[in-house]
C-alpha cells in the first residue's frame, strides 16, 4: 500500500481517496443523549458514500462529464501556455521585446465559469484577445500577437474554427496570428488581415471529428519570417533545434521522477 492510500473504515478496502461522511442517525441520537452536536465523521470509500447517501450512478455523471470537461479545459490552457512560451522564445531571441497582452490567461477561471452559462459576447471578445505584444525597438513599432497551439497530425494542415479567425480578422486585421505545430513546435505565421477564410476548404477534423477550417502550412500559414522581420531564417532551424531539446529534456526529467 502507498503512503497516498488508506482503507475504508465501512468496508476496508484499501482507497487512494476517502470521503468524510457524517451518519445522519448517528448524529442525531448523539445530539439528544449529550446534548451537543455529533463531530465524528468516517472516511469511506466512493463506493460505500454512493450506498450511505443513496447515490446512483447516474446520478454521478452529469458530475463525472464536469469533471472530465474542467479537466480538458486545464489540458488546453497548458498546451496554449506551452505555445505562447514558444513563441516568446522565438521572438526574443531574434531581439523583439515581447509583453503579455491578454486577459485570456489572466481570467482564465472566469471565462470558464461564464462559459457554462453564457457563452456571449463579453466571454467571446475575452477569448479573442491577443495573447502577446511585440516591439521591435529598432523602428518603434509593435505588433500584436495572437497565439493558437496546433496538433498537425499529417504534417500539412492545421484546423481551427471559422469562427475564430473570422473573428481576429475582424477584431485585430493588424495582429500576426502566431500558430505553433505540435509535436515539431515548428512556427506559422500570417498578419490576421490577409487569412483568406472565405475561400479555405471546410473539412472534418480528425482531431475533434468537428468540421474546421483546413490551413495550408506553407501556403495559408507561413514561415515566421514572414511576419516577424528581425527573423533570419537561416538561425531560426537552429533555435528552434534548441527549443526542442529544451522541451524534451524537461519531459524526460519529470517523467524519470
Known sequence: MSRMDQYCERCGRVSSSLIPIDYAHASVQYTEMMGEPYTGTDQVCLDCARTVLEISAKDLIPEERRRAREMAFLARGLRSRVAVAVVETVLQGFGYEVYPYTLENQMAGVIRAMRQREPGYPVRMLGASPDLYVFDRERSEGLLVEVLDGEVPDGRRFWTSRFSLSALRG??????????????????????????????????????????????LGRDLRGPGQAFRLIDPKRYPELLAEIRGAVARSVATHGGQ
Do not use: K, N
Request: aromatic share 6%; proline share 9%; glycine share 6%.
Open 171 to 216: 477584431r485585430w486585421p493588424e495582429a500576426v496570428l502566431a500558430v505553433v505545430c505540435t509535436p515539431g513546435l515548428e512556427l506559422f505565421s500570417r498578419i490576421a488581415g490577409e487569412l483568406p477564410v472565405e475561400s479555405l476548404s471546410v473539412e472534418q477534423s480528425p482531431l475533434t471529428g468537428r468540421f474546421h477550417c483546413a490551413l495550408e
